[in-house]
């Protein structure tokens, strides 16, 4: 077993491995004063042939004995995954899943579990120190040790895990992830605060993570002798990739400039499969590699398109919007309603306001709370232009509610100057990307139809970067 315990803000933290989980392929149990979870790693020893991204999934699971709680229900038991659990699962992943080679095509579990829980330390920002360290002690390749932190700030100054007390008085409340090198996550929510103090606020985090929770995590490594799996390298056959580019290329810079999206999805995959269709037979055996090598030249294609030709592949500039237009009071007997229109991406956004009774009641670790501003995101597969099962909201649903939902929250009125429930429920029409920023748009609109006064229009928009050697382009 090797333990580090260490101070951290006044705090105890504490990470050990060896002594729990012992037939995962990494386990580790850290504490953070009276929050403890532990995180596994399970790798398949078979790699998932066919497969050209990383089959990683997390989960993570707060046991109600973890609070001295018993679940509510009638069988008494931990059941379907809560929006928190969801929530907190996409939120380990997101900066882990960059850490890991996308060439590792072995199927990877991690599962972190909440054991004791206090009511000051959110468990959510040791899981993810917790799940890198178990990562470093896996047999799993990790470009890691990697942790995160949560910030608040009270009259001007920064604090570093706040307990959920000093939240409450907080005007922000950033998780920030990241490596020794750089940070690989953001996620938040802040009261209408100037871009200069969130730069501020997100270098103080950097400080912290690598001052704070790195180096325990190398200190618990530097006793240990871990042996990495080897990530499989593919080799493209230059011949293939000489004849994709000779057959396929001049087609696909031409349909990569459609304007349309579904004309511009048709023409590509019509010089998809005419491709397979006249390479299969001189390459008997190698469809799979025939596909990796089309996508990774029309990957290469796009992004030649946007850093040299300084366009995008509707035509537009860096800078420029697509059209938007927005309509309210579209539906006749509803509270309020609107429809928001950007490009290919459409969402229809309807308010609803009830009574306190109303609310929504949670049973949390910390006991029964209630919620009185939801924000429901619905994406169909209609909106696509395919098909699909519908059975309930999945992850991506519920991370992009919470995130329009978090961009609404810091404007609405308190419950002393409204005091009514308000549900907001965005459908997604028709997606062309950006569809939660929409959705903040719309919601917007909806509340204002619903007469609900808010203290100012929120909007919201998507960025992308991407990187060509010393050449980056910012996308909004």
């Known amino acids: 077993m090797r333990r580090v315990k260490t101070k951290v803000f006044g705090k105890e933290l504490e990470i050990e491995t060896g002594r729990l989980a012992k037939q ?25 042939e066919g497969e050209d991204f990383l089959p990683l999934t997390v989960n993570y699971q707060e046991k109600a004995y973890a609070a001295g709680r018993i679940p509510g229900g009638y069988f008494k038991r931990e059941g379907r995954p809560s929006e928190k659990e969801v929530l907190t699962s996409r939120l380990i992943d997101r900066p882990i899943r960059p850490l890991i080679p996308k060439d590792f095509t072995y199927a990877t579990q991690i599962i972190v579990t909440v054991l004791s829980a206090d009511q000051d330390n959110d468990p959510d920002v040791l899981s993810i120190t917790a799940v890198s360290s ?67 606020a997100l270098l103080f985090a950097h400080r912290c993570i690598i001052e704070e929770f790195i180096k325990p995590q190398e200190e618990l490594l530097s006793g240990l002798t871990v042996k990495k799996r080897e ?36 023409a590509i995959q019509t010089a998809f499969d005419d491709t397979v269709k006249a390479l299969a037979p001189k390459f008997p055996g190698m469809e799979a590699d025939i596909v990796k090598s089309f996508d990774k030249l029309k990957k290469d294609l796009v992004r030649k398109l946007i850093v040299e030709e300084k366009r995008r592949i509707d035509g537009r ?26 490009g290919e991406t459409q969402v229809a956004v309807v308010s609803t306001l009830g009574t306190t009774y109303d609310e929504q009641r949670i049973d949390a670790l910390e006991g029964e709370v209630t919620k009185r501003f939801m924000l429901h995101y619905n994406f169909p597969p209609f909106s696509v232009g395919e098909i699909g099962n519908r059975l309930g909201p999945g992850r991506r649903e519920i991370g992009h509610g919470a995130l329009a939902e978090r961009a609404i929250l810091p404007v609405l009125p308190s419950k002393d100057e409204f005091p009514y429930t308000i549900r907001v429920v965005s459908d997604v029409l028709e997606s062309n990307g950006s569809s939660s920023m929409a959705t903040v748009c719309g919601a917007t609109l909806s509340l204002m139809d619903a007469g609900i006064p808010v203290r100012a229009p929120v909007a919201g928009i998507a960025m992308g970067l991407i990187k060509e050697e010393d050449q980056f382009v910012i996308l909004t």
Do not use: Q, W
């Open 24 to 48: 995962a392929d990494g386990a580790v149990l850290a504490r953070y004063e009276g929050t403890t979870v532990l995180a596994t790693v399970v790798a398949s020893k078979e790699k998932s």
């Open 134 to 200: 178990a990562l470093m002690v896996s047999d799993v390749p990790f470009d890691g040790p990697a942790a995160a932190v949560r910030v608040g700030r009270i009259n001007g100054e920064f604090i570093c895990n706040p307990t959920r007390t000093e939240l409450e008085k907080s005007d922000m409340d950033i998780v920030v992830a990241g490596t020794k090198e750089a940070i690989v996550m953001v996620e938040g929510s802040l009261s209408e605060i100037p871009e200069a103090e969130v730069v501020e």
């Open 317 to 342: 500039g860096y800078t420029d919007i697509r059209p938007i237009s927005g309509e309210v009071g579209f539906l006749p007997r509803t509270h309020g309603s609107a429809l928001f229109t950007r």
């Open 231 to 266: 990530v499989p390298t593919s080799i493209e056959d230059p011949s293939l990739k000489e004849n994709v580019v000779s057959y396929a290329g001049d087609r696909l810079r031409e349909a990569i400039r459609i304007s349309s999206k579904v004309a511009r999805r048709e």
